[in-house]
Each structure stands twice: as C-alpha cells, then as structure tokens.
T-cell receptor, first 112, second 110 residues
C-alpha cells in the first residue's frame, strides 16, 4: 500500500550544525512533497514543499532535494538554531491527488 | 492563525461514549481532511471530503464516520469509544496543494 518512510526518528545537533532528514515513498505517481514542522502542542505548519518537476528547492536555511528515480527526498537545515527544535514530518501525495500520506516524523533537538 | 477552526479544543469522555468533532475550513477551501495523532505518533490519515463528497479514505475505523455539509464544514463522529482512541484529531483544509491545519481537538477517553 501507500507508504512514506522517514529517518531518523530522533536527531540531536549542536547549534550551528546542519541537520538532514530523509524520506522515501512508494507511489511512483506521487508528485507533491511537502515538509511540515510541528512544535510541541501545536498544529503542523508547512515549511517548504517541492513538486516532481523540480529537483531542489531552497528557502533561506532550509532546502529540499528530490530524487524521483530513487523515490527519495530529503530536508536540509543549515546553521541550526534552538528554535528549529520540533518534530518534522515529510509527506507525499498519492496517485497524483491532493491526499497526503505523512512519514512518522523526526524529533529534532538543537542544543545551544 | 491558519483559518481552520476546530471545536472543541479539549474533550474528556468515558469508554463506550460517542463524540462529535467539528471543523470549519478556510474560506474558499473545498477539501477537508481528518488526521489522528496519538501520543508521540505521526499523522494518520483518516478521511478526505471534497465539496461534500467523500474523496479518499484512510485507516478510519468503522466506529468512526464523517461528513461534510453544504456550507463545507465537516464533522467527525467517534462512537463506542475505547481508551486507544485518545488522541489529537486534526482537521486540515486545502484549495489544492498546501494543507492548512487547525489547532486540533484533544480527545481523552477514560
């Protein structure tokens, strides 16, 4: 069935270091890949997204890369700050629809 | 503020009971999604409605049902509640593309 795998489940980095979170998806028809950030007790919020016709997208300190052949996409956060600490979810659209299947989440902790 | 409104914010009830969660989507959004998030877990897709019609179904239990009304608000009905149904239930809406999540309804079943 439709599946999105996300790794690692937890990630601890020192402030200023980079963080990378990786996801793989199963549906070759997926064409939309958003990343959501969820702070403790709050709703998930979109931080960046990428569509299948693009291989990389960057927005200040965050970037996403997509490898359609390998069905793999990654989130890169550079110069991490304590306020980046949160749970990050990747997602993939299913069957070229707007239904999203989410990964299991990565808890990122950035230590000062 | 995402523009998606969910009520109630918190709900405590007993096993065997039935509850209704309500969601008002962002103005103009036709799609409404329901997700379940258990403690320290991911976002499990339950169901999607588009302009009043069921569009997609996920891992939604038979004890759960949902609908979207002509004014586009949606309700998620949870019946014969079990302890394991305790979770944060999110509603999200979309006009195509980004999902905008509400603040969630935290359900505690005792």
């Amino acid at each position: 069935g439709e599946n999105v795998e996300q790794h690692p489940s937890t990630l601890s980095v020192q402030e200023g270091d980079s963080a990378v979170i990786k996801c793989t998806y199963s549906d070759s028809a997926s064409n939309y890949f958003p990343w959501y950030k969820q702070e403790l007790g709050k709703r998930p919020q979109l931080i960046i997204d990428i569509r299948s016709n693009v291989g990389e997208k960057k927005d200040q300190r965050i970037a996403v890369t997509l490898n359609k052949t390998a069905k793999h996409f990654s989130l890169h956060i550079t110069e991490t700050q304590p306020e980046d600490s949160a749970v990050y979810f990747c997602a993939a659209s299913i069957h070229n629809t707007d239904k999203l299947i989410f990964g299991t989440g990565t808890r990122l902790q950035v230590f000062p | 503020d995402s523009g998606v409104t969910q009520t109630p914010k918190h709900l405590i009830t007993a096993t065997g009971q039935r509850v209704t969660l309500r969601c008002s989507p962002r103005s103009g959004d036709l799609s409404v999604y329901w997700y379940q998030q258990s403690l320290d877990q991911g976002l499990q897709f339950l169901i999607q409605y588009y302009n009043g019609e069921e569009r997609a179904k996920g891992n939604i239990l038979e004890r759960f049902s949902a609908q979207q009304f002509p004014d586009l608000h949606s309700e998620l009905n949870l019946s014969s509640l079990e302890l394991g149904d305790s979770a944060l239930y999110f509603c999200a809406s979309s006009g195509g593309g980004e999902l905008f999540f509400g603040e969630g309804s935290r359900l505690t079943v005792l």
